[in-house]
Protein backbone atom coordinates (compact mmCIF):
# COMPACT_ATOMS: atom_id res chain seq x y z
CA UNK A 1 0.00 0.00 0.00
CA UNK A 2 2.77 2.65 0.73
CA UNK A 3 4.56 1.44 -2.11
CA UNK A 4 1.29 2.63 -4.48
CA UNK A 5 0.94 5.63 -2.61
CA UNK A 6 4.44 6.66 -3.36
CA UNK A 7 3.82 6.01 -6.98
CA UNK A 8 0.91 8.23 -7.10
CA UNK A 9 2.93 10.75 -5.08
CA UNK A 10 5.52 10.61 -7.55
CA UNK A 11 3.43 10.54 -10.16
CA UNK A 12 1.79 13.76 -9.57
CA UNK A 13 4.72 15.38 -8.97
CA UNK A 14 5.94 14.64 -12.33
CA UNK A 15 2.82 15.69 -14.19
CA UNK A 16 3.23 19.04 -12.31
CA UNK A 17 7.05 19.58 -12.65
CA UNK A 18 6.06 18.84 -16.58
CA UNK A 19 3.26 21.47 -16.73
CA UNK A 20 5.43 24.34 -14.90
CA UNK A 21 8.17 23.38 -17.43
CA UNK A 22 5.94 23.85 -20.51
CA UNK A 23 4.32 26.86 -19.27
CA UNK A 24 7.51 28.20 -18.85
CA UNK A 25 8.59 27.13 -22.32
CA UNK A 26 5.46 28.87 -23.46
CA UNK A 27 6.22 31.89 -21.96
CA UNK A 28 9.80 32.49 -23.20
CA UNK A 29 9.89 35.39 -25.42
CA UNK A 30 11.08 35.39 -29.13
CA UNK A 31 13.48 37.67 -29.79
CA UNK A 32 14.21 40.07 -32.73
CA UNK A 33 17.71 41.46 -33.58
CA UNK A 34 17.70 45.16 -34.42
CA UNK A 35 20.77 47.11 -34.43
CA UNK A 36 21.31 51.36 -35.30
CA UNK A 37 23.28 53.19 -37.39
CA UNK A 38 23.68 56.74 -37.77
CA UNK A 39 24.24 57.31 -41.14
CA UNK A 40 23.30 61.51 -40.84
CA UNK A 41 26.46 62.99 -42.09
CA UNK A 42 28.26 66.09 -40.00
CA UNK A 43 28.84 65.84 -36.07
CA UNK A 44 25.18 65.16 -34.46
CA UNK A 45 24.91 62.82 -32.10
CA UNK A 46 21.70 60.96 -31.60
CA UNK A 47 20.30 59.81 -28.48
CA UNK A 48 18.29 57.00 -27.88
CA UNK A 49 15.18 56.07 -25.86
CA UNK A 50 13.21 53.12 -26.29
CA UNK A 51 10.69 55.13 -23.98
CA UNK A 52 9.09 56.98 -27.16
CA UNK A 53 8.50 60.66 -26.46
CA UNK A 54 8.08 59.50 -22.78
CA UNK A 55 10.67 62.27 -20.80
CA UNK A 56 14.05 60.30 -20.40
CA UNK A 57 14.89 60.63 -16.46
CA UNK A 58 19.24 61.01 -17.43
CA UNK A 59 21.31 61.19 -20.18
CA UNK A 60 22.88 57.58 -19.56
CA UNK A 61 19.24 56.22 -19.55
CA UNK A 62 19.95 56.34 -23.70
CA UNK A 63 22.92 55.06 -25.48
CA UNK A 64 24.77 57.92 -27.81
CA UNK A 65 25.04 56.85 -31.46
CA UNK A 66 27.94 59.11 -33.26
CA UNK A 67 27.77 59.73 -36.79
CA UNK A 68 29.73 56.10 -38.91
CA UNK A 69 30.66 54.25 -35.82
CA UNK A 70 29.27 51.07 -35.79
CA UNK A 71 29.94 47.97 -32.69
CA UNK A 72 28.23 45.67 -30.39
CA UNK A 73 27.06 48.35 -28.78
CA UNK A 74 24.65 49.27 -31.70
CA UNK A 75 22.42 45.96 -31.64
CA UNK A 76 20.26 44.99 -29.36
CA UNK A 77 17.47 42.13 -28.41
CA UNK A 78 13.62 43.55 -28.68
CA UNK A 79 10.59 41.43 -27.83
CA UNK A 80 8.26 43.57 -28.73
CA UNK A 81 6.48 43.50 -32.12
CA UNK A 82 5.33 47.22 -32.07
CA UNK A 83 8.57 48.55 -30.32
CA UNK A 84 8.81 52.70 -29.47
CA UNK A 85 11.86 54.51 -30.41
CA UNK A 86 12.78 58.44 -29.79
CA UNK A 87 15.70 59.44 -31.47
CA UNK A 88 16.76 63.01 -29.67
CA UNK A 89 19.93 65.58 -31.18
CA UNK A 90 22.24 65.62 -28.23
CA UNK A 91 22.37 67.38 -25.95
CA UNK A 92 18.64 68.73 -26.66
CA UNK A 93 16.97 65.78 -24.57
CA UNK A 94 15.35 68.40 -22.09
CA UNK A 95 11.51 67.49 -21.35
CA UNK A 96 10.14 70.11 -23.16
CA UNK A 97 12.82 68.62 -26.28
CA UNK A 98 11.57 66.72 -29.32
CA UNK A 99 13.33 64.43 -31.21
CA UNK A 100 14.70 64.12 -34.64
CA UNK A 101 12.31 60.83 -35.35
CA UNK A 102 9.47 59.71 -33.15
CA UNK A 103 9.09 56.27 -34.42
CA UNK A 104 6.73 52.94 -33.69
CA UNK A 105 8.58 49.81 -34.80
CA UNK A 106 6.62 46.74 -36.28
CA UNK A 107 9.58 44.00 -36.28
CA UNK A 108 8.25 40.62 -37.48
CA UNK A 109 9.26 37.78 -34.28
CA UNK A 110 12.60 36.24 -34.74
CA UNK A 111 13.72 38.55 -37.56
CA UNK A 112 16.89 40.70 -38.05
CA UNK A 113 16.97 44.28 -38.63
CA UNK A 114 18.60 47.27 -38.94
CA UNK A 115 17.40 50.91 -38.69
CA UNK A 116 19.59 53.60 -40.59
CA UNK A 117 18.96 57.35 -39.65
CA UNK A 118 19.88 59.68 -42.79
CA UNK A 119 19.02 62.70 -43.97
CA UNK A 120 19.67 66.48 -42.22
CA UNK A 121 18.89 67.93 -38.89
CA UNK A 122 16.43 69.63 -40.74
CA UNK A 123 15.32 67.36 -42.98
CA UNK A 124 15.51 63.67 -41.19
CA UNK A 125 15.42 60.43 -42.96
CA UNK A 126 15.44 56.82 -41.80
CA UNK A 127 15.40 53.55 -43.46
CA UNK A 128 14.45 49.71 -41.50
CA UNK A 129 15.52 47.09 -43.30
CA UNK A 130 15.03 43.61 -42.51
CA UNK A 131 17.35 40.84 -44.04
CA UNK A 132 18.14 37.22 -43.42
CA UNK A 133 22.31 36.68 -43.76
CA UNK A 134 22.89 33.19 -45.82
CA UNK A 135 24.73 30.54 -43.89
CA UNK A 136 28.32 29.19 -46.09
CA UNK A 137 29.60 25.78 -46.91
CA UNK A 138 32.84 25.24 -44.79
CA UNK A 139 34.39 23.89 -48.15
CA UNK A 140 33.25 26.81 -49.80
CA UNK A 141 35.55 29.77 -48.18
CA UNK A 142 33.41 32.41 -49.77
CA UNK A 143 31.44 35.34 -47.86
CA UNK A 144 29.05 37.79 -48.36
CA UNK A 145 28.61 40.86 -49.36
CA UNK A 146 25.10 43.27 -49.95
CA UNK A 147 25.45 46.80 -51.24
CA UNK A 148 23.01 49.64 -49.91
CA UNK A 149 22.84 53.37 -50.74
CA UNK A 150 22.41 55.76 -47.59
CA UNK A 151 23.35 58.95 -49.81
CA UNK A 152 20.94 61.46 -48.79
CA UNK A 153 19.09 62.75 -51.94
CA UNK A 154 22.25 61.34 -54.00
CA UNK A 155 21.08 60.01 -57.58
CA UNK A 156 21.62 56.40 -58.60
CA UNK A 157 24.58 54.38 -58.86
CA UNK A 158 26.47 51.60 -60.10
CA UNK A 159 29.10 49.23 -58.12
CA UNK A 160 32.07 47.83 -59.85
CA UNK A 161 34.46 45.32 -59.13
CA UNK A 162 37.39 46.59 -60.15
CA UNK A 163 39.96 43.94 -58.81
CA UNK A 164 41.73 42.35 -61.94
CA UNK A 165 39.86 43.98 -64.77
CA UNK A 166 36.71 45.54 -64.11
CA UNK A 167 32.76 44.13 -63.09
CA UNK A 168 29.86 45.76 -63.03
CA UNK A 169 28.09 44.40 -59.56
CA UNK A 170 25.07 46.59 -59.40
CA UNK A 171 23.70 48.99 -61.67
CA UNK A 172 21.18 51.65 -61.35
CA UNK A 173 20.92 51.36 -57.02
CA UNK A 174 18.33 54.60 -55.80
CA UNK A 175 18.68 56.55 -52.70
CA UNK A 176 17.74 53.89 -49.72
CA UNK A 177 17.71 51.37 -52.36
CA UNK A 178 20.10 47.99 -51.43
CA UNK A 179 20.62 44.59 -53.23
CA UNK A 180 20.93 40.94 -52.45
CA UNK A 181 24.04 39.21 -50.96
CA UNK A 182 26.91 38.43 -53.32
CA UNK A 183 29.29 35.99 -52.47
CA UNK A 184 32.81 36.10 -53.08
CA UNK A 185 35.83 33.74 -52.75
CA UNK A 186 37.79 33.91 -49.81
CA UNK A 187 40.39 31.11 -49.69
CA UNK A 188 44.08 31.16 -48.87
CA UNK A 189 46.04 33.77 -51.39
CA UNK A 190 42.42 35.23 -52.85
CA UNK A 191 43.95 38.63 -53.62
CA UNK A 192 42.05 41.81 -51.99
CA UNK A 193 38.34 43.07 -53.82
CA UNK A 194 38.00 46.97 -54.80
CA UNK A 195 34.58 48.36 -54.70
CA UNK A 196 33.67 51.59 -56.62
CA UNK A 197 30.44 53.59 -56.55
CA UNK A 198 29.92 55.61 -59.49
CA UNK A 199 27.66 57.61 -60.86
CA UNK A 200 25.55 55.78 -63.16
CA UNK A 201 24.48 58.48 -65.47
CA UNK A 202 28.01 60.32 -65.77
CA UNK A 203 30.32 57.12 -64.47
CA UNK A 204 31.76 60.11 -62.32
CA UNK A 205 33.60 57.93 -59.31
CA UNK A 206 31.99 58.57 -56.01
CA UNK A 207 34.23 56.62 -53.48
CA UNK A 208 35.77 53.41 -53.29
CA UNK A 209 36.43 50.30 -50.50
CA UNK A 210 39.14 47.92 -51.30
CA UNK A 211 38.96 44.58 -48.65
CA UNK A 212 41.76 43.92 -46.45
CA UNK A 213 42.71 40.06 -45.12
CA UNK A 214 40.31 38.04 -47.54
CA UNK A 215 42.68 35.23 -48.14
CA UNK A 216 44.42 35.48 -44.36
CA UNK A 217 44.90 31.52 -43.00
CA UNK A 218 44.61 32.57 -39.72
CA UNK A 219 41.82 35.37 -38.25
CA UNK A 220 40.52 35.64 -41.36
CA UNK A 221 37.56 38.59 -40.70
CA UNK A 222 35.53 37.57 -43.52
CA UNK A 223 35.49 34.20 -44.60
CA UNK A 224 31.78 32.57 -43.73
CA UNK A 225 30.84 36.28 -42.85
CA UNK A 226 28.11 38.44 -43.99
CA UNK A 227 28.05 42.63 -44.52
CA UNK A 228 26.93 45.60 -45.83
CA UNK A 229 28.85 47.95 -47.90
CA UNK A 230 26.78 51.55 -48.00
CA UNK A 231 27.58 54.77 -49.08
CA UNK A 232 27.47 57.23 -46.58
CA UNK A 233 27.69 61.56 -46.74
CA UNK A 234 25.58 64.01 -48.71
CA UNK A 235 26.60 63.84 -52.94
CA UNK A 236 28.77 66.94 -53.55
CA UNK A 237 30.50 68.24 -49.94
CA UNK A 238 34.12 67.76 -49.64
CA UNK A 239 34.56 68.33 -46.17
CA UNK A 240 35.25 64.85 -44.04
CA UNK A 241 32.04 64.56 -42.14
CA UNK A 242 29.78 65.42 -45.45
CA UNK A 243 31.65 63.79 -48.32
CA UNK A 244 30.25 60.80 -49.96
CA UNK A 245 32.45 57.61 -48.54
CA UNK A 246 31.90 53.37 -48.17
CA UNK A 247 30.92 52.29 -44.51
CA UNK A 248 31.20 48.86 -43.89
CA UNK A 249 28.64 46.96 -41.38
CA UNK A 250 29.04 43.21 -40.28
CA UNK A 251 25.52 41.20 -40.65
CA UNK A 252 26.53 38.81 -38.71
Not at 96 to 124: A, C, W
Not at 201 to 230: C, H, I, M, P
Amino acid sequence: MKTYKLNIILSISLLCFAFVSCKKTEQVPVISHLSLFNAMPGDTKLLTSFRGTKPLDRYYDGLLFYYAVFSGLNKYAITKEEQPLAMYRYPDTLPTSKPLYDLNLKLKQGSINRLYFMGTVEHPDYLLSTFVPPAYNVADSTFGIKFLNLSYQSKPINVYLVSNGERKEVEGLAYKGETEYKRYAAALKTGEYTFEFRDQETQKLLASYTTNGVGFAKDNLWRFRNFTLALIGLPGETAEVLKQKPFLLDDY
